[in-house]
C-alpha cells in the first residue's frame, strides 16, 4: 500500500506504544497512519522474547499503578474480543534482602515500595519469609535475610500477539499501517507535521513518536542527551526434569541482590513445550546506537547470567543456555517515563521511553496517547512523566557539550 498524502495523527514506531496508540485512535475514528521500519511485531526493537512481567502494585512509584490497573482492563475487553489469550496470571514473586541497600534511583527500596503501593490500591498481597518462599517453590532459595513480595494477580504477557492483536484491530476500524519504511525526518508544516520517509511524504495535523530506540535521532535537540538506549540480553535456560512441574507452576519474579543497579534479575515460568525458562539481568551501562547493536549473544554472557544471577538463588536448572537473545531499552535519566508534548512543537507528543519497565503499562499508554490527541488532556494523571523535569539537567549538559 503507498502512503496516503495526509492523516489527522501519524504514529511513528508501532511497537508496543505505538500499536496502542493506533488502535486507541482507530477506536476513536480518528485517520490515523501508523509507519514503522521493520513489520512488527518484530525482534529489532524492544518488544520481543515470548513474555513481559506484569505486576499491579509497581514498585517503580505508585504513579504507575493506574496505568497497569487500566492496562489490564483493556488486555481483558482485547481477549474477550480477539479469542487471543495476552494476559497469565501466574503470580509475580519479588525477592529482597530485609535490610535492603539502594540498587539505583527508581528501584530503591524497590520491595517496600511495592507493598506500599499494594496498600494503598487494596491489591491482593502476601508477603513471604525465606523458609515458606522455599517451601511454596522448591526452585527458589533465598538467604535468611531476604523475604518476598507475592502478587496472586501478577503474571506475564505475549508481548508479540498484543502488538499483533492491537494492529490488527487498528487496520480492521480503519487505520492504515506502513511497515517497512522508514521513517527520514519529522517537522513542522503549517498548522501540521511533516513526515519524511523513504516511500514518500506524509501531512499529518499531529504526530505521536513511539520510535522506542530511534526516537532521540528523529526528534533530535534534547532528547538525544535525554535518551540512552540500552543493550539488554535474554536467556532461556533448559530445565532440569526433576523440577519440571516447579518451573511449569512457578510465579514470574523479580530478584534484586545488590546495590548496583545491575544486581537485579528476573524471569518466567517453562512455558509449555519449551522445556526452559527466560530470564535475564538489566545493564545500564551498555549504551549502543539501535542500528549498530551487538546482536549475537556470546556464551560467556550466559555463563555470567548463571554465575552472576541464578548460582546460589534458583534451581533446577541445565547449567548452559538453551539459545539467547537480545533486545534494547531505551533508558531517561531518572529511568521515569517520558509522555508529553516536544518542547518544539506541541504536534508532536513523544510517547515513553520507558527504560525497560513500560510494557505492562503500553496498552492504557495507548489510550492515553488517543486522549491527548483527541480530547486534550488524559483521564490518568501523566504529569510525573512530563519533560519539564529535566529542564535543568539538559541546561548542564547542553553547556558541557559546548
Known amino acids: 500500500m503507498s502512503l496516503p498524502q495526509s492523516c489527522d495523527v501519524a504514529v511513528i514506531g508501532l511497537g508496543a506504544m505505538g500499536s496502542a496508540a493506533l488502535y486507541q485512535l482507530a477506536k476513536r475514528g480518528v485517520r490515523a497512519v501508523g509507519i514503522d521500519r521493520f513489520a512488527p511485531p518484530h525482534d529489532q526493537g524492544s518488544t520481543y522474547g515470548e513474555t513481559r512481567i506484569t ?52 528501584r530503591a527500596a524497590f520491595l517496600a515500595r511495592t507493598q506500599k503501593a499494594a496498600i494503598a490500591y487494596n491489591i491482593p ?47 480492521a476500524l480503519g487505520a492504515i499501517t506502513q511497515l ?38 528523529l526528534l533530535g535537540g534534547p532528547f538525544t542527551r535525554l535518551l540512552s538506549p540500552s543493550r539488554q540480553v535474554m536467556h532461556w535456560f533448559e530445565v532440569d526434569p526433576s523440577y519440571a512441574e516447579h518451573w511449569a507452576k512457578s510465579p514470574v519474579f523479580i530478584w534484586s541482590h545488590g546495590s548496583s543497579p545491575n544486581d537485579l534479575f528476573y524471569g518466567f515460568p517453562s512455558l509449555s513445550g519449551s522445556n526452559a525458562i527466560k530470564t535475564a539481568g538489566e545493564q545500564y551501562d551498555a549504551f549502543v546506537h539501535p542500528d549498530k547493536i551487538e546482536r549475537a549473544v556470546a556464551p560467556a554472557e550466559s555463563a555470567a547470567m548463571r554465575n552472576e544471577h541464578l548460582a546460589g538463588r534458583v534451581q533446577g536448572l541445565r547449567p548452559h543456555a538453551q539459545r539467547a537473545m537480545t533486545c534494547l531499552y531505551t533508558v531517561t535519566p531518572d529511568s521515569n517515563f517520558l509522555i508529553d508534548r516536544h518542547a518544539e512543537n506541541d504536534r508532536i507528543l513523544v510517547v515513553s521511553p520507558c527504560s525497560g519497565h513500560g510494557f505492562k503499562h503500553s496498552a492504557a499508554i495507548g489510550e492515553v496517547a488517543a486522549q491527548c490527541i483527541v480530547d486534550g488532556r488524559s483521564r490518568i494523571n501523566i504529569s510525573a512523566f512530563g519533560l519539564a523535569r529535566f529542564e535543568n539537567l539538559m541546561s548542564q549538559r547542553a553547556s558541557a557539550a559546548e
Not at 497497569?68 to 479469542?83: F, P
Not at 531476604?146 to 502478587?151: Q, V, W
Not at 494477580?153 to 487498528?170: D, H, I, S, T
Request: charged share 25%.
Open 55 to 106: 505486576r499491579q502494585a509497581v514498585g517503580e512509584g505508585e504513579v504507575y499503578v493506574p496505568l497497569v490497573l487500566r492496562s489490564n482492563e483493556i488486555w481483558k475487553e482485547l481477549e474477550a474480543e480477539t479469542g487471543e489469550q495476552l494476559l497469565t496470571r501466574s503470580g509475580c514473586l519479588i525477592v529482597e534482602t530485609t535490610a535492603p541497600v539502594s540498587n539505583g534511583t527508581i
Open 125 to 171: 498481597h502476601e508477603m513471604l519469609d525465606a523458609p515458606e518462599i522455599r517451601r511454596r517453590y522448591p526452585q527458589f532459595t533465598p538467604r535468611e535475610d531476604e523475604i518476598g513480595y507475592f502478587e496472586p494477580g501478577g503474571g506475564y504477557l505475549n508481548p508479540e500477539r498484543c502488538v499483533a492483536v492491537q494492529l490488527e484491530r487498528a487496520r
Open 180 to 217: 517497512g519504511t522508514r521513517v527520514l525526518s519529522v517537522a513542522p508544516d503549517g498548522d501540521g507535521v511533516r513526515v519524511v520517509t523513504e516511500q514518500g511524504e506524509l501531512l499529518a495535523a499531529q504526530a505521536i513518536i513511539s520510535a522506542g530506540s530511534w526516537a532521540p535521532s
